[in-house]
Structures are given as C-alpha cells and as structure tokens.
C-alpha cells in the first residue's frame, strides 16, 4: 500500500515562499495512472484542492491559487513537492499530500501544519 | 464549478442509531463520481466510499452510499463509537479540478 509523508518548515515568514515534499513508499512515483495532489486544510474548516500532477506530466492548480502554485515531481527521489509564493496568513494551514488513480485522493500523508507568521 | 453541499452541518445521534448523512451537488455528476471521506481530530480524511456506492478496502459495511445525479447520501447503519467524526463527499466528475463538500459533523448525542 502506498504511504505518504510530507515534511517541511512549519513556520513561514509573509511574503516567503512556503516549500513542501511529499516522500512516496511502497510504491513508484513513476507508475502510469496515478495524480499526486496536494490539498489544504484551514484550522477548523473543510478541505481545498491545491492542485496535482498526473503521472504523464500534466498538471492543474486551482484557479483561486493558480498564481502562486507550483508542483512537481522528482522521479530519482520518489518525491513531489509543493511551492506557494508570496504566502500570507490566510496561507495558515494543513497541507497534506495524497494520491489515487482518479483525481481522487485515496491515500492520505498524515499532514503537515504551516503556520505564516513573521 | 460544481458546489456541494452537505447537511445536516452538525447530526447528533446515540451510538446503535442510524445516520442519514446528504449531500448536494449543483451540476448532475455524470458516472457518479462521488466520494465520501471521515475525518477524526487530528487525522488526515480516510476514503470510505467511491463512485457514490463502493466501499473502499477495509472499510466495514455498516457504511453505505446511494444516489446519482445531483443527491447522494451516506448512511451509517448502526452508529460505533469509533464512526463519531466529520464526514465529508467529493466530486471528481468534472475534470480537471475536484471539490469537497463543507462537511456535517457526527457528534454524540
């Protein structure tokens, strides 16, 4: 079963670049079919597709953050990533990684909370 | 963009109960690409439900979904202490992009 673990800075000054890696086992981040995602989550509110890269290289970001998103994949690693630029406090979230064969997540990273703070 | 919307926002039930959990979509979903996920404090969601009526692995068949087109519902047969959280549905019918609906909390009556 494929599990997924985000790590990265939990403290990001405004303006800055907030970056995250999602690490993939128990499965090939090179395997055909699957969409690698990354999703939000606000303290105590529901849940936002960032975006996700397809397996063949595609990609799509959500409109509302579009400007300021970047994923990709790093195929020798078995890791995608995350960048949101020019983040502010309304960045202040859990991000989470996950991954399923439809634009579906169905399996999770446990989260990382990031918190936008000078 | 399609809009879900769950409710009740907050269903307080005994465990032994059924839960009756909706939810609402704003376009029809063609092939019914809906989902359900739980969420406890503290966990990330947990897939439940695909394709509007398939459990996922694992996942015990007190948990069931129904529905097409625009309304589908999630039902807890009898309520276990562990299925008291927040629930959610997503639709991934309209590519690219997906949604999440706000969410109905389970809670202990």
């Known amino acids: 079963q494929v599990q997924l673990h985000e790590s990265g800075p939990g403290l990001v000054k405004p303006s800055q670049t907030l970056s995250l890696t999602c690490t993939v086992s128990?499965?090939?981040?090179?395997?055909?079919?699957?969409?690698w995602s990354w999703i939000r989550q606000h303290p105590g509110k529901g849940l936002e597709c960032i975006g996700y890269?397809?397996?063949?290289?595609?990609?799509y970001y959500n409109p509302s953050l579009m400007s300021r998103v970047t994923i990709s994949v790093d195929t020798s690693k078995n890791q995608f990533s995350l960048k949101l630029s020019s983040v502010t406090v309304a960045d202040t979230a859990v991000y989470y990684c996950?991954?399923?064969?439809?634009?579906?997540?169905?399996?999770w990273g446990q989260g990382s909370l990031v918190t936008v703070s000078s | 963009d399609i809009v879900l919307t769950q409710s009740p926002g907050t269903l307080s039930l005994s465990p032994g109960e059924r839960a009756t959990l909706s939810c609402r979509a704003s376009?029809?979903?063609?092939?019914?690409?809906l989902a359900w996920y739980q969420q406890k404090p503290g966990q990330a969601p947990r897939l439940l439900i695909y394709a509007a009526s398939s459990r996922a692995t694992g996942i015990p068949d007190r948990f069931s979904g129904s529905g097409s087109g625009t309304d589908f519902t999630l039902t807890i047969s009898r309520l276990e202490p562990e299925d008291f959280a927040v629930y959610y549905c997503?639709?991934?019918?309209?590519?690219?992009?997906?949604?999440f609906g706000q969410g109905t909390k389970l809670e202990i009556k």
């Open positions: 128990g499965g090939s981040i090179s395997s055909g079919g699957y969409y």
């Open positions: 997503q639709q991934y019918d309209r590519s690219p992009g997906y949604t």
């Open positions: 376009q029809s979903l063609r092939s019914s690409y």
């Open positions: 996950a991954t399923g064969l439809n634009p579906r997540p169905d399996y």
């Open positions: 890269i397809y397996y063949r290289g595609s990609s």
